[in-house]
């Protein structure tokens, strides 16, 4: 019987082809960046907003075509909701490294982030985190954590200068829901209007999962405070808004850190006159007004429509500050690029990106905010 040949070749190309095509296939390595918030919950909107900062940076850097020790870099977003709270931020923590990516961004509140930071130290995976501003984060002596603002003592100290030296006030009180942050940046604002010469006339607690604040904002007004500063987030914030109004609080400003200082916090407050009675805080400045920050911003509307608030250009600067590192480091692994991360020098879209010894932003900026018509427009 005779062979028949005449498709042999075909074949052998197709296989060579293919042999040809298989080192490349090889090259392409995986780095996966954890990221941890709260997306679930009343603060999923936080969360929604910074995972998609760093899901953005990711699709960014694969678009790129990003190259290390000669291997194409594919990027992964491994995505965990800790529900801001600090029992689920840990297991989430655990996750990631249990799962050995590549770097963390996270978490968003500072009640989650400080007892993560713990896990992560003890598995050696880098972490930045975008929105945890209390002090505490970087004097536990880590050399894998970074902060990428300004931190509770820059937010609650300018937030009490501005209220005594540009605002006048007098007397005020203070209101914190018990968090890491909430009670941090309330001390400090507390301490440092006292320091300038206010009066504290009162100091109130509630929970980060409270909406009737009534009976503490009724002892507070018969103190006659010319503000009220709250530590806590704007889930809580929009209906102390409400019930102010309705006790005739009217003429009493809301002062508040980056937790209340969201867009989202005049839809909370539901039309109450007293959004405009608000002053926050959060640290940089806004995106429009840095270099490259308008079509930033344009970007992310078009890939997230109405879902921005407060930290997703962070989110997004703090995955390319890993990535910066692991190209300084011609490395994705955690023991060989993260010793590199507090050299950073990055122009990022909230900073040019330096870091103190302790993981601190150098230099980090801070910009006042206050509600004109419904929408938050820049103070200073």
Not at 93 to 111: I, M, Y
Not at 263 to 292: F, H, M, Q, Y
Not at 294 to 299: F, G, I, S, V
Not at 345 to 366: C, D, I, R, W
Request: aromatic fraction near 8%; proline fraction near 5%; include cysteine.
């Amino acid at each position: 019987m005779k062979a028949n040949f005449t498709n042999v070749a075909p074949v052998a190309l197709a296989l060579v082809a293919a042999a040809a095509a298989w080192p490349a296939a090889q090259a392409q390595q995986l780095v996966r960046i954890g990221h941890v918030g709260p997306v679930s919950g009343p603060q999923a909107h936080y969360g929604r907003d910074n995972e998609n900062g760093a899901r953005m940076a990711v699709d960014e850097l694969n678009a790129q075509g990003v190259t290390i020790a000669g291997k194409k870099l594919k990027f992964e977003l491994i995505a965990e909701d800790d529900a801001a709270d600090p029992k689920q931020g840990t297991a989430a923590a655990q996750k990631l490294c249990d799962a050995k990516v590549n770097g963390v961004v996270g978490h968003l509140n500072s009640g989650t982030t400080l007892p993560a930071s713990k896990v992560y130290a003890g598995c050696g995976l880098p972490m930045i985190s975008p929105s945890a501003t209390n002090p505490q984060l970087t004097a536990l002596g880590y050399k894998n954590v970074f902060r990428l603002l300004a931190n509770d003592n820059s937010l609650g100290a300018g937030l009490a200068e501005h209220a005594f030296k540009v605002l006048k006030l007098k007397k005020v009180a203070v209101i914190d829901d018990r968090t890491a942050y909430g009670q941090g940046v309330a001390e400090v604002f507390k301490n440092t209007a006292r320091k300038l010469g206010m009066e504290v006339v009162s100091e109130q607690y509630t929970n980060d999962r409270a909406v009737d604040f009534t009976a503490i904002l009724t002892a507070i007004k018969s103190k006659k405070p010319d503000g009220i500063f709250f530590g806590g987030m704007d889930p809580q914030a929009g209906p102390m808004l409400r019930q102010m109004q309705q006790l005739g609080l009217t003429k009493a400003y809301l002062f508040g850190g980056d937790g209340i200082c969201t867009e989202k916090l005049a839809d909370l407050a539901s039309g109450a006159r007293t959004l405009g009675n608000v002053v926050c805080a959060i640290g940089g400045l806004p995106v429009d007004k840095l270099p490259g920050g308008q079509d930033w911003r344009k970007r992310y509307d078009a890939k997230f429509p109405k879902q921005f608030q407060v930290y997703s250009p962070y989110t997004y600067d703090a995955t390319m500050v890993l990535v910066d590192a692991m190209k300084r480091a011609n490395s994705t692994d955690p023991k060989v690029y993260g010793p590199l991360i507090v050299q950073t020098n990055y122009q990022g879209v909230t900073a040019k990106v330096q870091f103190e010894s302790n993981g601190e932003l150098k230099n980090p900026a801070m910009s006042l905010y206050t509600y004109k018509q419904g929408k938050r427009v820049l103070a200073n």
